[in-house]
């Protein structure tokens, strides 16, 4: 089914109908009190489905509290200074600043001093696709054990994910459309949002998980991608197709192709995508349009690595 992207623009300066709007939005209880009592909030979002990434900003001193969300939502303060208490855990954070807005499910408070925050709101269920274990040893959905990012260096890789995620999701409408691509953007904001906050995620194959990373598995996994290549499917689809765990079905393309199940499936579309740009008429068929049906968002990402694979560019292939 082809995704729809909704972009929006929510403006107020009525305290009930801001605070009617963001708890709709984030689905959950909020109670809000300005100093002064009156403020205006500017909200950009745009809500992908799997995903969704949001710009606020408003102009007074705020006190809010809110019984939690059900999903990973990961802030940056863009101009606004943030006081925030979650967990018995309390921080600040000034601009530039990333870090998790509160631990999936539970209350937090904050003081919002007036600026401008960024948002993106991430499903629990694509984290678990990222991050789960085989079904008979699965710990849970993932539990994050600190609110801020691990190191300054994957701060720094986390605001260029939503960078590039934003400018792909936001600006392409085109691009947006197209079900891979939606896909492939869920899974990059939740693995890089995994490895900048640290959690619990299980990453190291069990006994089993060693037994069985065979050809079998690597077998029964590629003829599951080289069937379904077109369709938005996950590492997570791909170890159940196997009927094996994803540890399992990672550490087998490891171990006998030195790559993981993803880029053996990028691989495959690269091919697919190939053979349409040789089976393609230069003048109705562009190598953009080819390359989104793939999954391929970026044209200058997708040039690289088609020359980089076939010897020359894919313009040169389509118009052969």
């Not at 269920?125 to 008979?136: D, H, I, M, R, Y």
């Not at 792909?168 to 891979?180: E, K, R, T």
């Not at 590629?222 to 069937?227: K, P, R, S, V």
Request: hydrophobic share 45%; proline share 5%; glycine share 6%.
């Amino acid at each position: 089914m082809t995704p729809t992207v909704e972009t929006y623009r929510f403006e107020s300066r009525d305290p009930a109908i801001i605070g009617n709007f963001l708890a709709t939005t984030y689905d959950t209880h909020l109670r809000i009190r300005s100093g002064d009592g009156g403020y205006r909030l500017v909200h950009q979002h745009v809500d992908a489905g799997s995903f969704a990434l949001a710009t606020t900003g408003q102009s007074a001193h705020l006190d809010i509290a809110a019984d939690g969300i059900d999903a990973l939502v990961v802030a940056r303060s863009r101009t606004a200074r943030v006081e925030r208490s979650c967990d018995r855990s309390a921080n600040r954070f000034g601009a530039g600043d990333v870090y998790l807005a509160a631990k999936p499910g539970l209350p937090y408070t904050l003081r919002w001093h007036p600026g401008e925050v960024e948002l993106c709101v991430l499903n629990l269920a694509v984290l678990a696709q990222v991050a789960n274990t085989a079904p008979a040893r699965r710990p849970g959905r993932v539990a994050f054990t600190d609110l801020g990012p691990a190191a300054p260096a994957l701060a720094r890789q986390w605001r260029d994910t939503i960078r590039y995620v934003n400018e792909v999701v936001s600006n392409n409408p085109i691009i947006s459309a197209q079900p891979l691509v939606i896909g492939n953007a869920a899974r990059l904001l939740a693995a890089a949002a995994l490895t900048a906050f640290p959690n619990t995620a299980v990453t190291d194959p069990t006994i089993e998980d060693r037994r069985d990373a065979s050809t079998a598995t690597l077998r029964r996994a590629i003829a599951f991608m080289d069937g379904n290549a077109d369709r938005d499917v996950s590492a997570a689809d791909i170890a159940a197709a196997a009927n094996v765990s994803l540890r399992a079905v990672q550490l087998a393309f490891r171990r006998h192709l030195g790559t993981t199940p993803m880029a053996y499936l990028r691989r495959i579309r690269l091919d697919r995508a190939h053979h349409d740009l040789l089976r393609a008429d230069p003048r109705e068929a562009t190598v953009s349009a080819i390359a989104r049906r793939w999954g391929f968002a970026s044209h200058s990402r997708f040039t690289a690595r088609y020359q980089a694979s076939y010897g020359v560019p894919p313009s040169a292939t389509v118009n052969a």
